[in-house]
């Protein structure tokens, strides 16, 4: 047997005694009080605290090596673990225990012609899996979600980050410890190689979910290989229309926000689509302000009439997550042509409408098929902070389950309860 061979196989080994050890631990973390779960994480962020100057150092570390290998400074800057950001760890694992706690809420308890009462209660998911890129901070914010929901986590970070993320577990497992609870509910893979990855997502006698949190590379390879299911979304093909009820003010000031407040984003605009009825209004002001800040416009040639700036697209620019600093844009007849060209191009994340109409702004909210959509608002608004979830493991734009931000009653689901008294069926 091959060298190569013998280390797949100890991973996959080690990797099923990671899953083991989650499994038996995610039981007891189900049957924890909201109380312990809610002290866990206060000790967790009392440890982060305590432990930061680590936290820095082993970080500092990471990011010396990933610079020495050539990383692009973009994800330099993503790993870079400042003072503020090491607070924000703690202070979002605080918000967290602040959240109201899912588990064990009973709905639609109803007596039956029977006798018996049925009703669903949430519960965890059991063992959530979750692989992510660059960001140590995601370490905790993950590890917070899953303790709060009741679910065991196995937290596979990008090995360019693993010393930050080994230093924040220990954080993590020590806050566990502290409240009583078993530290194996969340644990850090210590190996960087990848075959940790492809052993970790075909492993459902122990995990039963996995959460890819990266580019979209790393999520199309985990939706087509993994054997246990995916919460995800692939990219964001978000669009904004503005509607020939749409007033100029609004139209410009939300189209400039969806694109330029954060261009990095899955739920930053990347294709403007105009209503020709509102392109002479519209359109050549909103086409100004963006390009002052530094957006380059990729139009059809309706567009190009009206934006001398801009250049020509093509077919792929309307199908295109640039997560940069360019934009498609493109006129269209109306609302119907609008929904047409979504329906085409859209990647199901995030779709805006800007209108006066009630009666269009509700043909919009019931036709457009995405995870979110909105009347009158950017598209930066897709988040789970701002919808009140406190805070999100990820955006999902599948259908089933979860769909849109997904926060702590994302991580869990819902199963029938029966209530009888001696109750027999005849």
């Excluded at 993503?78 to 588990?103: C, F, H, K, S, Y």
């Excluded at 993320?165 to 009583?180: K, S, Y």
């Excluded at 492993?203 to 580019?215: A, H």
């Excluded at 261009?263 to 294709?271: F, R, Y």
Aim: charged share 25%; proline share 4%; aromatic share 2%.
């Amino acid at each position: 047997m091959s060298t190569s061979t013998d280390e797949s196989t100890s991973i996959t080994e080690s990797m099923h005694r990671v899953g083991r050890a989650a499994r038996g631990a995610g039981r007891e973390l189900a049957r924890s009080s909201t109380g312990a779960r809610d002290r866990a994480l206060e000790a967790m962020a009392a440890r982060i605290e305590e432990r930061a100057e680590a936290i820095a150092a082993a970080n500092a570390e990471d990011l010396a090596a990933a610079r020495e290998a050539g990383l692009e400074a973009s994800l330099v800057e993503r790993m870079e673990l400042t003072p503020g950001r090491i607070q924000a760890m703690a202070d979002g694992l605080r918000e967290i225990a602040a959240l109201p706690d899912p588990v064990g809420a009973v709905r639609e308890l109803a007596a039956r012609p029977s006798g018996i009462q049925v009703g669903r209660m949430r519960v965890p998911l059991g063992v959530i899996g979750i692989i992510y890129e660059s960001r140590p901070n995601v370490t905790a914010d993950a590890a917070g979600l899953c303790v709060k929901s009741g679910n065991a986590a196995i937290l596979r970070g990008g090995s360019e980050a693993i010393r930050a993320n080994r230093a924040i577990a220990e954080c993590v497992q020590a806050g566990l410890e502290d409240a009583g609870l078993p530290a194996e509910a969340v644990q850090v893979v210590a190996t960087t190689d990848r075959d940790a990855v492809g052993a970790l997502i075909r492993m459902p006698e122990w995990v039963d979910v996995i959460v890819p949190r990266g580019g979209k590379s790393l999520v199309a390879r985990i939706a087509a290989e993994a054997q246990v299911p995916v919460i995800k979304h692939l990219e964001g093909v978000c669009h904004v229309y503005l509607d020939d009820d749409a007033d100029p003010d609004k139209a410009v000031a939300i189209a400039v926000n969806a694109k330029t407040q954060r261009l990095g984003t899955c739920n930053t605009m990347e294709t403007l689509l105009v209503a020709a009825g509102a392109a002479e209004r519209i359109l050549p002001e909103a086409a100004e302000r963006l390009t002052a800040a530094g957006i380059e416009l990729r139009g059809c040639p309706r567009t190009r009439e009206r934006v001398p700036q801009a250049v020509a697209a093509s077919d792929a620019d309307w199908a295109t997550e640039y997560l940069g600093p360019i934009l498609a844009v493109r006129v269209v007849d109306g609302l119907d042509a609008a929904l047409e060209h979504i329906a085409q191009y859209s990647s199901g994340h995030t779709e805006a409408i800007v209108t006066d109409s009630y009666t269009k702004a509700q043909r919009f909210l019931r036709e457009v098929d995405s995870s979110s959509v909105m009347v009158n608002a950017s598209t930066r608004f897709a988040d789970g902070h701002e919808y009140g979830l406190g805070a999100e493991i990820g955006i999902s734009t599948d259908k089933l389950h979860a769909r849109g931000p997904v926060g702590l009653e994302g991580l869990t689901t819902e199963k029938y309860i029966v209530l009888g008294d001696g109750h027999i069926r005849s």
